[in-house]
């Protein structure tokens, strides 16, 4: 059974920092492009960051600078370093592996809230 299980979300202030993960299992970890999206309210959903197997990155150019992406294939996780967040961060992030030929697989997303 696949999963992608998110978690690190929740309330931040202008400025803070939170650390999203995302476990992955079910699947061949390793060969899968993985990538942070998120859906803010009323907006369609967008790409934040995206990791391949060989640790190249690609950010939105919104998140440059702010936000960092990394993967732990040990542990078939990614990750999302989130600095100074700000109040147009907040949005429900979501965990995306895609693969060329292969089905995709979405996380259920966790909430971010940047507010004060």
């Known amino acids: 059974q696949v999963q992608l299980v998110e978690s690190g979300g929740g309330l931040v202030q202008p400025g803070g920092s939170l650390r999203l993960s995302c476990a992955a299992s079910?699947?061949?970890?390793?060969?899968?492009?993985m990538s942070w999206r998120r859906q803010a309210p009323g907006k369609e959903r967008e790409l934040v960051a995206a990791?391949?197997?060989?640790?190249?990155?690609n950010y939105a150019d919104f998140v440059k600078g702010r936000f960092t992406i990394s993967r732990d294939v040990a542990k078939n996780t990614v990750y999302l370093q989130m600095n100074s967040l700000n109040p147009e961060d907040t949005a429900v992030y979501y965990c995306?592996?895609?693969?060329?030929?292969?089905?995709?697989?979405w996380g259920q997303g966790t909430q971010v809230t940047v507010s004060s």
């Open positions: 079910g699947f061949t970890f390793s060969g899968y492009v």
């Open positions: 990791i391949t197997s060989a640790g190249s990155t």
């Open positions: 995306y592996a895609q693969r060329r030929g292969f089905v995709t697989y």
